[in-house]
């Protein structure tokens, strides 16, 4: 392996070995939000006229726990190697900035995308889904989860302790996440919260993600790709930059 | 070339009181030159600056004005390559908990691209004692064999020059003993050593060179032996029954009831255990022995020089 493969298979383990928290838990809890608004609400909501609420929901809920989880695994392995100080020994190495992002971000795309698989397989049964376009669905997922990664990984070096990381998670990812259209569809709102809703990257990735499943969506799946993609260009410009600059971690 | 090049490096901090803009210099224009194969002592009190002299040559953190580099490579603009030939293993006794020593060892390998590294992997356990660690989490181990680790961590792509920052601080004998052994042999072998430590005795037993740092300056770089010939070549050590007088105190070094006084001559010798006669101090015991590497550091540091 080369360094930045034996880097991008250190973060891998170091997730895999603790699964049952980083990978078992977040699906519990996505299971955990169908059964109760899937039980609250399926009889009262019907979206885009022909799709039950609980078919609509699940591929929200895969794609909130994916994204969740892309941030959770960059920030935390990052803050945890600051605050138990054995980043130093990927400090000492030759890997170049390139290498360390690309290793995060991966191992980030591949929890987000292991957990994802995980809500979707003990979720979709439950439910009438159907796949219209699963390339654009693998499309979203992975943009998504990189995107998540790399904001991930600017929190963690950002971060000097824990209290800060779960103020960027809870006051930041959280609402953005759940304020994405998770839930509903945008079209049901007012017409102010609509373009509210509009001015959230988090609103498009769900939304083309979902139309990988339905065929339809709120707004063009080509729109959603295009802003998705410059929001992933613009956040990991900047995590690029804040590795090759060393922020906080090289004095 | 040099294994290890400073040049004039200086490292700035900002002054959390004071005028702003205030800085305060942890190294101010440090120059020294370690050679191939050298074994070299960097000594120093507490912020001294030799931490900070060893995060700059590792890439931890920057210098704000001069040069480092690495068998001739920069340690900024060829990083990659100043990196590779350099093992650091640092101060604070850090570990990964996720993974046992192996698999610590098999990493470290590879973030240096090293591949099919086992065989030097099972050396590196057996000459540190680590063998029948291998698959202990890191988390089970005590101190002492969390800084075994350490070393092994650095040593793991054989890095031409190692760099060891204060390695024995706070460990037992016995790895200390098994330390400096697989060092002394890496070092016979051609790897070029830096080495910081308070254990005085350890930097006169190894080291061939030694520099002294203080306030963020080098104040003296010389062979070990140059050294030691040039401070007073003798110790006047006394168990004593009493107090001595301020006076007679001021010129020795007291620790309890036992006082070394420095001494150039047998006359000075004679002058001194006067003096502590006239006091009507009570000595109980008396030892003349040459001056070692802990009285030139006092004298070096106490300004005496």
Same mark, same amino acid.
């Given at each position: 392996?080369?360094?930045?493969?034996?880097?991008?298979?250190?973060?891998?383990?170091?997730?895999?070995?603790?699964?049952?928290?980083?990978?078992?838990?977040?699906?519990?809890?996505?299971?955990?939000?169908?059964?109760?608004?899937?039980?609250?609400?399926?009889?009262?909501?019907?979206?885009?006229?022909?799709?039950?609420?609980?078919?609509?929901?699940?591929?929200?809920?895969?794609?909130?726990?994916?994204? %969740?989880?892309?941030?959770?695994?960059? !920030? !935390?392995?990052?803050?945890?190697?600051?605050?138990?100080?054995?980043?130093?020994?990927?400090?000492? $190495?030759?890997?170049?900035?390139?290498?360390?992002?690309?290793?995060?971000?991966?191992? !980030?795309?591949?929890?987000?995308?292991?957990?994802?698989?995980?809500?979707?397989?003990?979720?979709?049964?439950?439910?009438?889904?159907?796949?219209?376009?699963?390339?654009?669905?693998?499309?979203?997922?992975?943009?998504?989860?990189?995107?998540?990664?790399?904001?991930?990984?600017?929190?963690?070096?950002?971060?000097?302790?824990?209290?800060?990381?779960?103020?960027?998670?809870?006051?930041?990812?959280?609402?953005? $996440?759940?304020?994405?259209?998770?839930?509903?569809?945008?079209?049901?709102?007012?017409?102010?919260? %609509?373009?509210? !809703?509009?001015?959230?990257?988090?609103?498009?990735?769900?939304?083309?993600?979902?139309?990988?499943?339905?065929?339809?969506?709120?707004?063009?799946?080509?729109?959603?790709?295009?802003?998705?993609?410059?929001?992933?260009?613009?956040?990991?410009?900047?995590?690029?930059?804040?590795?090759?600059?060393?922020?906080?971690?090289?004095? | 070339?040099?294994?290890?090049?400073?040049?004039?490096?200086?490292?700035?901090?900002?002054?959390?009181?004071?005028?702003?803009?205030?800085?305060?210099?942890?190294?101010?224009?440090?120059?020294?030159?370690?050679?191939?194969?050298?074994?070299?002592?960097?000594?120093?009190?507490?912020?001294?600056?030799?931490?900070?002299?060893?995060?700059?040559?590792?890439?931890?953190?920057?210098?704000?004005?001069? &040069?480092?580099?690495?068998?001739?490579?920069?340690?900024?603009?060829?990083?990659?390559?100043?990196?590779?030939?350099?093992?650091?293993?640092?101060?604070?006794?850090?570990?990964?908990?996720?993974?046992?020593?192996?698999?610590?060892?098999?990493?470290?390998?590879?973030?240096?691209?090293?591949?099919?590294?086992?065989?030097?992997?099972?050396?590196?356990?057996?000459?540190?004692?680590?063998?029948?660690?291998?698959?202990?989490?890191?988390?089970?181990?005590?101190?002492?064999?969390? &800084?075994?680790?350490?070393?092994?961590?650095?040593?793991?792509?054989?890095?031409?020059?190692?760099?060891?920052?204060?390695?024995?601080? @706070?460990?037992?004998?016995?790895?200390?003993?098994?330390?400096?052994?697989?060092?002394?042999?890496?070092?016979?072998?051609?790897?070029?050593?830096?080495?910081?430590?308070?254990?005085?005795?350890?930097?006169?037993?190894?080291?061939?060179?030694?520099?002294?740092?203080?306030? @963020?300056?080098?104040?003296?770089?010389?062979?070990?032996?140059?050294?030691?010939?040039?401070?007073?070549?003798?110790?006047?050590?006394?168990?004593?029954?009493?107090?001595?007088?301020?006076?007679?105190?001021?010129?020795?070094?007291?620790?309890? &009831?036992?006082?070394?006084?420095?001494?150039?001559?047998?006359?000075?010798?004679?002058?001194?255990?006067?003096?502590?006669?006239?006091?009507?101090?009570?000595?109980?015991?008396?030892?003349?022995?040459?001056?070692?590497?802990?009285?030139?550091?006092?004298?070096?540091?106490? @300004?005496?020089?």
């Amino acid at each position: 392996m080369t360094g930045w493969q034996t880097l991008l298979y250190k973060e891998v383990l170091r997730f895999w070995k603790v699964s049952f928290q980083t990978i078992a838990a977040p699906v519990l809890t996505a299971v955990l939000y169908l059964l109760i608004f899937g039980h609250v609400l399926e009889d009262h909501v019907k979206v885009y006229d022909r799709i039950s609420y609980t078919a609509f929901l699940v591929p929200g809920l895969v794609m909130m726990s994916l994204l %969740q989880n892309a941030f959770a695994n960059s !920030s !935390s392995s990052l803050i945890q190697s600051k605050i138990m100080g054995n980043l130093v020994f990927l400090l000492l $190495t030759p890997l170049s900035h390139w290498a360390w992002y690309l290793a995060y971000v991966g191992s !980030s795309v591949l929890r987000g995308l292991v957990v994802g698989t995980g809500v979707f397989l003990v979720t979709f049964a439950s439910t009438d889904l159907t796949i219209q376009a699963p390339l654009w669905i693998l499309v979203f997922a992975v943009m998504g989860a990189a995107l998540l990664g790399s904001l991930g990984l600017i929190a963690g070096l950002w971060a000097d302790k824990f209290d800060q990381l779960a103020a960027f998670q809870n006051f930041i990812i959280m609402p953005m $996440t759940f304020l994405s259209g998770v839930f509903y569809s945008i079209h049901s709102l007012p017409a102010f919260w %609509q373009g509210v !809703s509009h001015l959230n990257p988090f609103f498009y990735m769900i939304d083309g993600f979902r139309y990988g499943f339905f065929g339809v969506s709120d707004v063009s799946p080509w729109l959603s790709l295009g802003i998705v993609g410059v929001a992933l260009l613009c956040v990991g410009s900047l995590a690029v930059h804040l590795l090759r600059v060393g922020y906080k971690i090289r004095g | 070339m040099p294994a290890i090049s400073f040049q004039s490096v200086s490292r700035y901090y900002p002054l959390a009181r004071g005028p702003k803009g205030a800085t305060f210099a942890a190294l101010d224009d440090v120059s020294l030159d370690i050679e191939e194969g050298e074994f070299f002592g960097l000594l120093g009190p507490n912020g001294a600056g030799k931490t900070t002299l060893i995060s700059i040559l590792a890439g931890l953190t920057r210098a704000s004005k001069g &040069r480092v580099s690495v068998l001739g490579h920069d340690v900024q603009a060829e990083y990659a390559l100043a990196r590779r030939q350099l093992g650091v293993v640092p101060q604070e006794l850090v570990f990964d908990p996720f993974f046992n020593v192996r698999e610590a060892l098999r990493i470290q390998s590879g973030y240096f691209g090293v591949k099919n590294n086992e065989g030097w992997i099972d050396e590196l356990l057996e000459s540190l004692g680590l063998a029948d660690k291998a698959n202990a989490n890191m988390r089970q181990l005590s101190g002492g064999m969390k &800084r075994r680790v350490l070393v092994a961590q650095a040593l793991v792509h054989k890095p031409p020059v190692i760099v060891l920052d204060e390695p024995t601080a @706070g460990v037992d004998v016995e790895l200390r003993q098994t330390l400096w052994q697989f060092i002394s042999r890496l070092n016979k072998q051609g790897h070029t050593v830096l080495l910081t430590t308070h254990y005085l005795e350890e930097a006169e037993a190894l080291c061939g060179r030694i520099a002294m740092l203080k306030s @963020g300056k080098v104040v003296a770089l010389e062979r070990t032996s140059e050294l030691l010939k040039a401070a007073s070549s003798h110790v006047l050590r006394l168990k004593i029954d009493g107090e001595l007088p301020a006076d007679l105190a001021a010129q020795a070094r007291v620790t309890g &009831r036992i006082v070394q006084f420095p001494a150039h001559d047998a006359r000075e010798i004679e002058s001194y255990l006067g003096a502590v006669r006239e006091a009507g101090v009570i000595v109980d015991d008396v030892e003349i022995t040459k001056a070692d590497l802990e009285d030139v550091f006092l004298e070096v540091m106490g @300004g005496r020089k």
